[in-house]
């Protein structure tokens, strides 16, 4: 089918055409081998990812496994970094934003506006997935909002970076929940550039957006939405890791400076929901949020074709090991869990109210107490400010 669309050129798609666009996958079999001398067969998928053209590997018999639980409650983050106290630790040179949070510039830059944005409150850490609420997320856009303005005044800067680190262990110096974001000057960001292209060829080629033909042919699927309205939340087809989720809107958006404060609020306000799910549901401690829009120059262009959009990838509670020998040296991604089991699970968040029996457990099956404790902790005060 690719085939011959690609020769006849631009050629808008339709009916049974559309169907399979986007959400291509491959099933294999191994090689046969022995364990106590019995013989085995196992099945695996392949799929590439219709964003970024990224390769996941997925062994079906290890994703049909019991989904263990991710966080470790046993390790003891610090009390307070550099973040808590940043008037002492940071240059003075900071954004001070309206919606209540500060940038600061990073100490050791390796672009030309190089901030970290810090999220109060300041004295402490807010650690918890389940300690997100509404606010922060609107902190995090407005921030980006904000920083993504000031870059766009400045004839050297190409686009806008935005990277957020929230947990312990997400992978960052600080321990404090921030986001970094960044300047884009000289030489386009290699995976940025990569997805645009991609983008960019298949309108071109099918005369249609692909976000728009994701959506489609993931909303006729259903086993990997999560949230579908103005905002599509999907576990993610071909993820990086395990629970990984991407969040676009539908109205064609490429970059955050094209949105008004109200539909920043509105985008913001059903994703609040994907965190204390991946928190409560599946044991997810620790996140790293990657957002990502069109340059500057082209993003005006860029609406029929690219979408402003959101992954939030899981981390794993002891680092490095969510990062292995297939994914450095091959660039492919091992994943362990299906992701049409994790979504059936996260989408419970926002079908029906919380549930104590379907908090995760422990690998050898029984509660997490602290897990439990929180959850409690958090039904005693409600939950109307995570739906």
């Known amino acids: 089918m690719y085939q011959n669309l690609e ?34 067969q196992t099945t695996y998928l392949t799929r590439v ?5 990224g390769l996941s590997k997925i062994s079906v018999e290890r994703a049909q496994r019991a ?10 983050p610090i009390e307070k970094c550099d973040f808590c106290e940043f ?45 997100l609420y509404f606010e ?6 407005e921030s980006s909002y904000d920083l993504a303005l000031l870059c766009s005044k400045d004839p050297d800067v190409i686009s806008f970076m935005d990277f957020t680190n929230w947990g312990p262990f997400a992978g960052a110096s600080q321990q404090h929940p921030h986001s970094q974001r960044r300047s884009v000057t000289f030489v386009p960001d290699p995976g940025q550039q990569k997805q645009l292209e991609r983008c960019r060829t298949f309108s071109e080629m099918y005369n249609a957006n692909l976000f728009d033909l994701l959506a489609e042919e993931e909303i006729r699927d259903g086993r990997r939405v999560i949230y579908n309205n103005d905002v599509l939340v999907l576990s993610s087809f071909a993820p990086c890791c395990s ?17 008004t404060p109200a539909e920043r609020k509105a985008m913001m306000r059903p994703i609040l929901g994907i965190f204390p799910a ?24 860029a609406r029929g074709y690219y979408r402003w959009h959101m992954h939030i990838y899981p981390r794993r509670a002891k680092l490095p090991i969510d990062r292995a020998g297939a994914e450095i040296g091959f660039d492919t991604n091992v994943i362990e869990v299906m992701p049409e089991r994790s979504a059936g699970i996260l989408r419970e968040w926002y079908t029906h109210p919380p549930r104590e029996d379907m908090i995760a457990r422990l690998p050898d099956g029984s509660p997490n107490e602290k897990l439990l404790a929180e959850f409690r902790k958090l039904m005693a005060v409600g939950v109307n400010n995570h739906h």
């Open 136 to 141: 922060d997320l609107e902190r995090m856009i």
């Open 243 to 259: 629970d990984e989720v991407t969040i676009f809107p539908r109205a064609p958006i490429s970059h955050i400076l094209q949105t």
């Open 67 to 76: 989904m263990g639980i991710v966080a470790d409650f046993e390790i003891r």
């Open 49 to 53: 990812d219709p964003i970024s053209g």
């Open 7 to 40: 020769q006849e050129g631009k050629t808008a798609i339709g009916g049974s055409e559309r169907k399979h666009m986007l959400l291509k996958e491959y099933w294999g079999k191994s090689s046969l081998f022995h364990v106590d001398s019995l013989a085995h």
């Open 278 to 301: 991946l928190f409560f549901y599946r044991g997810v401690s620790n996140i790293n949020i990657a957002v990502h829009m069109a340059p500057f120059r082209e993003m005006e262009e």
């Open 87 to 131: 008037e002492k630790h940071t240059p003075v040179e900071r954004v001070d934003h309206d919606c209540g949070c500060i940038s600061v510039p990073n100490k050791y830059p390796w672009e030309k506006h190089d901030w970290i944005t810090i999220y109060p409150p300041y004295g402490h850490h807010k650690l918890l997935l389940s300690d």
